[in-house]
C-alpha cells in the first residue's frame, strides 16, 4: 500500500517555521534559536514549468522560509526571476543574523553542475544559457550550485525518506509526474547522473503508442500522455485543474473520459515499470503536480500494475504497489533538494575534496 510521509508543513503565508521534518527552526517569537547565531544559511531555488519556489534551510537542514511565485520562461526572465527572488531571502537571512554560505538552483532540461550550463529546457521556452555565470553577476562570491530540478526534487524526498524511514543505503527513485516526465534516482544521499547527465529522462522514451508530438521533436514519447501538459492536451479545460476533472468524467460513465484515462494511467504505471526494471529501487515516490491528485491516483496506478501482475508472475514477485510513497504534497522538496546540493558543495569545499565527482 502507497503512503504518505511526514514533512513540515507551510503557513497560510507561505512561510513554514517548521525545521527539520518537524523540529522548529524558529523559537515562539520568530526567531531563529541564539546558539544559531551567525551560522551559515543556503538558498535552494526551484524551477519549474509553471511555478518557481525558493527556501531558506540552515546547515542542519532546518526549513527557515519559503516563498513562491508562478514562473516566467525565456533564459532573461527566468534569471531575472531568480535573482529577484535570492535577494529577497538573502535579505530574510540577513535579518536573523545568519550567514549565505551557498545556493543550490534546480532547473529543467539537460544540467552540466560544473559549469553551470543550462539546455534543452523545452517547459521553460530555454534553448542553452549558462545560468551559473548569469546568476553569479548579480550574486558575486556566493558558491552556485545549478542542478536539475527533478534530481533536486529527488535529493529533497530522499532526505525526507531516509529520515521517516532509516537506515543506511536507502536507494530511491523520485518520480516526477509535473508539467514534463522525468526520474531522479538517488542512492544513499547520492544523485545518479549518468555519462551526460540525462540519466532519468524517461519522459522521453518514445513507447507510447498514440504518437502524439512531443516538444522534444519525437512522437510517441511518454511526456505526452503521463504528465501535466500531456493530460491538459487530452482532456482541456477552463482553467481548472484537467487530471481531477479528467477522473471525475471517468468515475460519472463518460466513456470518452474513460478512455483518456486509461492513457493516462497506462503511461504513469508504464514509467513505474521501467523504473522498476532498469534501476529496482527499494522505494519509488511519485510526486510532481499530477500527484496532487491524491489517493484517488494512486489508487488508479496500484490498479493498473495490479492488473499487470496478473498476467505476469514475475511482474508480481516485484510487488511494485508496496513499493510505492506518495510525495509530501505541502513541502517544497524541490527548493529543499537544491539548497541540499548547495550544502554538499559546502561541505565538499571545505574538505577539499575534488567535486567532479558530482556531475549535472
Known amino acids: 500500500m502507497s503512503e504518505d510521509f511526514a514533512a513540515p508543513v507551510?503557513?497560510?503565508?507561505?512561510?513554514?517555521?517548521?525545521g527539520e521534518f518537524g523540529q522548529h527552526a524558529h523559537d515562539a517569537g520568530g526567531r531563529i534559536p541564539s546558539d544559531s547565531q551567525s551560522r551559515p544559511a543556503f538558498i535552494g531555488i526551484d524551477i519549474g514549468g509553471t511555478k518557481i519556489e525558493g527556501v531558506v534551510i540552515d546547515e542542519s537542514g532546518r526549513l527557515i522560509t519559503s516563498m513562491r511565485h508562478e514562473s516566467d520562461h525565456g533564459d532573461t526572465a527566468v534569471t531575472e526571476q531568480i535573482?529577484?527572488?535570492?535577494a529577497t531571502l538573502h535579505a530574510h537571512i540577513a535579518a536573523l543574523g545568519l550567514t549565505l554560505a551557498g545556493i543550490g538552483i534546480g532547473i529543467p532540461g539537460t544540467i552540466d553542475s560544473e559549469t553551470g550550463?543550462?539546455?534543452?529546457a523545452v517547459n521553460l521556452g530555454i534553448a542553452g544559457f549558462n545560468l551559473q555565470s548569469r546568476i553569479a553577476q548579480s550574486i558575486p562570491g556566493v558558491p552556485i550550485r545549478i542542478e536539475n530540478d527533478v534530481n533536486a526534487a529527488a535529493l529533497g524526498?530522499?532526505?525526507v525518506v531516509h529520515m521517516h524511514d532509516g537506515g543506511k543505503g536507502l536507494q530511491m527513485a523520485f518520480l516526477n509526474f509535473g508539467t514534463g516526465l522525468a526520474c531522479g534516482i538517488v542512492d544513499d544521499g547520492h544523485v545518479y547522473h549518468g555519462a551526460t547527465g540525462v540519466a532519468g529522462e524517461i519522459g522521453h522514451i518514445p513507447i507510447e503508442a498514440h504518437g502524439y508530438l512531443c516538444k522534444c521533436g519525437q512522437r510517441g514519447c511518454l511526456e505526452t500522455v503521463a504528465?501535466?501538459?500531456g493530460v491538459a492536451r487530452l482532456w482541456p479545460t477552463n482553467g481548472g485543474y484537467a487530471l481531477p476533472e479528467l477522473m471525475d468524467a471517468a468515475r460519472r460513465g463518460d466513456m470518452t473520459a474513460?478512455?483518456?484515462?486509461s492513457t493516462v494511467i497506462q503511461g504513469m504505471?508504464?514509467?513505474?515499470m521501467i523504473i522498476a526494471l532498469s534501476i529496482d529501487p527499494q522505494k519509488i515516490v511519485i510526486g510532481g503536480g499530477l500527484a496532487k491528485t491524491g489517493q484517488p491516483l494512486i489508487d488508479a496506478i496500484k490498479a493498473d500494475l495490479r492488473e499487470r501482475a496478473r498476467a505476469?508472475?514475475?511482474i508480481e514477485s516485484l510487488k511494485l504497489p508496496q513499493r510505492l510513497m506518495r510525495a509530501p504534497m505541502n513541502t517544497p522538496i524541490g527548493a529543499i533538494g537544491a539548497a541540499a546540493v548547495a550544502i554538499k558543495r559546502d561541505k565538499i569545499s571545505n574538505m577539499s575534496v575534488n567535486s567532479s565527482t558530482q556531475k549535472g
Open 10 to 18: 507551510l503557513g497560510e503565508d507561505g512561510t513554514s517555521v517548521i
Open 83 to 86: 535573482v529577484t527572488m535570492i
Open 117 to 120: 550550463e543550462v539546455s534543452n
Open 157 to 159: 524526498a530522499w532526505t
Open 227 to 229: 504528465s501535466g501538459s
Open 258 to 261: 474513460q478512455e483518456k484515462l
Open 269 to 272: 504505471t508504464t514509467a513505474i
Open 312 to 314: 505476469s508472475s514475475f
